[in-house]
């Protein structure tokens, strides 16, 4: 059974960091791309950022761009979200998934080609 697991979020005041971390079960995290979505509350669930896993393309979307990163950590053999400079806008329960093929030429990560949900990871901007 292909399972993802989440971690890492938190309460981090405005201009903070935290550390996503998705680890995989079943299945190595490797031969796929691996997306982080979010979703607030009263919102849609959006593709925040994407590692591809043939080329090591990335994509994040314009309103973390500049301060998410998204990495692989072989050692761990997670797909890592460096969060800085938190702002009150992201907080959201944060996802990872994974899909068979992406690419960034491909654009930003949909959804609905995602598959392997985790159950998410809170993350929260406040003061």
């Known amino acids: 059974q292909l399972q993802l697991v989440e971690s890492g979020g938190g309460l981090v005041q405005p201009g903070g960091s935290l550390r996503l971390s998705c680890a995989a079960s079943?299945?190595?995290?490797?031969?796929?791309?691996v997306g982080w979505f979010r979703q607030a509350p009263g919102k849609e669930r959006e593709g925040v950022s994407c590692?591809?896993?043939?080329?090591?393309?990335?994509y994040y979307a314009d309103s973390v761009k500049g301060r998410f990163t998204i990495s692989r950590n072989n050692a761990n053999h997670t797909v890592d979200l460096q969060m800085n400079s938190l702002k009150p806008e992201d907080t959201a329960e944060y996802y990872c998934?994974?899909?068979?093929?992406?690419?960034?030429?491909?654009?930003?990560?949909?959804?609905?080609?995602?598959?392997?949900w985790g159950q998410g990871t809170q993350v929260t901007v406040s003061s």
């Open positions: 590692i591809s896993s043939s080329d090591g393309s990335t």
């Open positions: 079943g299945f190595t995290l490797g031969y796929y791309a």
């Open positions: 998934a994974v899909a068979g093929f992406w690419m960034s030429d491909y654009g930003p990560p949909r959804t609905r080609d995602f598959g392997s």
